[in-house]
């Protein structure tokens, strides 16, 4: 009932936004939008209803609809319009557009059913009691296959990193140093070593197939396993979890990846990612009830993150049942680069906990405070995870799946309206007269729906967020430890790069490659934010030039007075045509990233990637890291002759190694 309260919310927003624009006076928008949604009800549930209940074909509404006139005149939501409305100079359009088209969808279902609406929720509320009381019977049963229902946890306090973590990236510097050294053709040392990390971006689908492609190009020069570490975020999380979980090269990858972003459903002019099979979907629905027996929050995020697994992880049978905590095993050898996934924890003012998400832990340096991976989301009091009494003992809750992490780490759609106004704001290619003009519009509808709805802090609403247990709650060192309940978004609503993990002094990285493929190409509007969070937090950040930054592929910057502070290889999404491999390529000539992400298939909210589009996108990020191959490696000589200004690091021209990477003196072996 709450997710239809904030639906019904988002929806007098946008209807008054649109209305506004051509009304004058709040009483005159307010009876027009009434009158012309209650109207074009009858109309538009039906419309709605063939949509939902279609054989997943896609429907095209009646556009001449029998009600009186409104904003719109047809209710078909085309998602290509949608995706360019949504850029940063057009949200105001966005608005619009979403006001047209859900307007007599919702409202006028949700005004007229209001009392049945209350009346079910306390039904609701009374069922809950009385199904609560078969919980010690029926959770021994849901929770069999837990394999952490008897393992007690806590928090473990402080910024310090893991020792598992530790461990794994000694062994990881074990593979990664005699890289450097194959890469670069020189003789280092053992001792001698550059820690690299890669960061990779938001962006949805355009985001995940960028990602595939950048790592595919490292692998292709010998780079991919120089690096230590590599943190995502929204959609390059959805690139970089599978192809840990799978547990297969990068290359492979790719190839499996192509057939997954083609099969979606057409749903009122929509591409959508298809609902479960019929066996997945009992799998899902096991997982919910498992999460209502052990009293944990239940949102939109569950749902769409078993779509996402659903669709990531076919065919394995087990996609709803895949979890974090399952890549310890995977990355225990140090042969794979250790992952790290990101989302935020919303405050006061546009502020935000870092939360960041490995195979072992799960916690915020901001908050000083970690849990294991498999204990997030219990019930906690003080720093302890508490247990339920069942017929069998004590037991805790499940891990919660992979899926649904990917849910929350892409759940951009929880955006409230405070959030689109600071991105406006912060956006170079929004005047401030339109900034001004919507902030004021926001300032009307906040009066309007808190005088007629009773709705406070409207700005601050959002659609279903994810929400967990707060593993801090009570502890007397944490700044959220009043809060029962932890809601966590897209970290891309704080800005789209996710170097915060990579910049902690813990992980002391020299050099962090970043992988941005955010919507703002020629703009470097994330980067700004990313570098503006390290000088707010005191980390380190080198100077950055944003005429370079803007226009070119890739962009080196360095301190060049302090070697601590990490070289930023700043990689964003532009087609660079001198480089041969894009030069000598003709499918590159008409492509435009730009003019693609704006008006074409590369759109955020676009699910859908014909072969030839998901190759050209790849292939691109590909070319622009293998083709600048050369200044990459004068890039690390230069880092390893700043950090060892005393060493002489010859070219290699015949090195041995054994098997554990260290070179072999061949003048001493007996020939």
Not at 210 to 238: C, E, P
Not at 253 to 281: F, H, N
Request: charged share 20%.
């Amino acid at each position: 009932m709450k997710f239809l309260r904030y639906l019904f919310i988002i929806v007098v927003i946008i209807g008054l936004i649109k209305i506004t624009q051509n009304q004058a006076g709040i009483a005159s928008a307010w009876n027009y939008f009434k009158a012309s949604a209650i109207k074009a009800g009858q109309n538009a549930i039906q419309q709605a209803a063939s949509s939902v209940f279609s054989k997943y074909t896609t429907v095209t509404p009646n556009p001449k609809p029998t009600v009186a006139k409104t904003a719109s005149s047809s209710y078909s939501l085309n998602p290509r319009d949608l995706s360019n409305a949504l850029t940063r100079s057009g949200i105001s359009s966005a608005i619009n557009y979403g006001a047209d088209y859900l307007r007599p969808y919702v409202v006028s279902y949700a005004v007229p059913y209001a009392a049945q609406f209350k009346a079910a929720q306390v039904a609701w509320d009374t069922a809950h009691v009385f199904a609560h009381q078969l919980d010690p019977f029926l959770i021994p049963k849901f929770n069999e296959d837990n394999l952490f229902k008897k393992a007690a946890s806590s928090v473990r306090v402080g910024t310090n990193l893991p020792a598992e973590e530790e461990l794994i990236i000694e062994r990881r510097i074990g593979y990664t140093q005699p890289a450097i050294a194959n890469f670069l053709e020189l003789n280092l040392p053992k001792e001698h070593n550059i820690r690299i990390g890669f960061c990779g971006s938001g962006g949805g689908y355009r985001a995940m197939l960028s990602t595939v492609g950048f790592l595919v190009g490292a692998q292709r020069i010998g780079l991919l396993d120089t690096a230590l570490y590599m943190s995502a975020l929204s959609g390059s999380t959805w690139a970089l979890a599978p192809w840990i979980s799978m547990n297969i090269p990068i290359n492979k990858y790719k190839t499996q990846l192509i057939t997954k972003t083609q099969g979606t459903i057409g749903i009122a002019g929509t591409e959508l990612l298809p609902p479960p099979s019929s066996s997945q979907l009992a799998k899902f629905l096991f997982n919910l009830e498992t999460k209502y027996l052990f009293h944990a929050p239940i949102t939109s995020v569950d749902l769409w993150g078993a779509m996402i697994a659903n669709k990531l992880f076919e065919p394995a049978e087990n996609r709803q049942d895949i979890y974090i905590s399952n890549q310890r095993n995977i990355i225990a050898d140090g042969k794979h680069l250790f992952p790290i996934y990101t989302a935020v924890n919303p405050g006061d003012n546009l502020t935000y906990h870092w939360f960041e998400f490995t195979p072992f832990e799960v916690g915020s340096t901001s908050i000083a405070a970690f849990t294991p991976t498999w204990a997030f989301g219990r019930k906690s009091l003080n720093g302890k995870a508490l247990s339920y009494d069942t017929v069998v003992g004590d037991q805790y809750a499940p891990e919660q799946t992979l899926g649904y992490y990917l849910g929350i780490f892409g759940s951009a759609f929880t955006v409230n309206l405070d959030e689109i106004l600071g991105m406006m704001k912060q956006a170079e290619d929004v005047k401030d007269q339109d900034y001004q003009s919507m902030e004021l519009k926001v300032s009307v509808i906040e009066e309007v729906v808190k005088t007629v709805a009773g709705i406070k802090d409207l700005k601050k609403s959002r659609i279903s967020p994810a929400k967990l247990f707060n593993y801090t709650y009570g502890l007397e060192s944490s700044p959220i430890k009043a809060e029962k309940q932890l809601t966590l978004v897209d970290a891309g609503l704080a800005f789209n790069l996710p170097t915060p993990p990579l910049l902690r002094p813990e992980r002391a990285l020299d050099v962090i490659f970043i992988f941005d493929s955010s919507s703002d190409i020629g703009m470097a509007g994330e980067l700004k934010k990313a570098e503006k969070y390290a000088l707010d937090n005191n980390l380190p950040f080198p100077p950055i030039d944003y005429n370079q930054a803007k226009t070119k592929a890739i962009s080196i910057f360095r301190d060049s007075t302090n070697p601590k502070v990490p070289t930023i290889i700043y990689m964003p999404l532009i087609k660079d045509d001198s480089l041969p491999g894009i030069k000598n390529d003709h499918r590159f000539a008409s492509f435009d990233p730009k003019k693609c992400v704006e008006k074409d298939y590369c759109g955020t909210f676009n699910f859908k990637y014909e072969p030839d589009e998901f190759e050209l996108l790849t292939l691109l990020t590909e070319t622009n890291i293998a083709d600048n191959e050369e200044l990459i490696k004068k890039t690390f000589k230069d880092i390893l002759a700043a950090k060892y200004p005393n060493s002489n690091h010859s070219p290699e021209e015949q090195i041995f190694r054994d098997k554990e990477g260290n070179i072999i003196d061949i003048d001493s072996l007996d020939l």
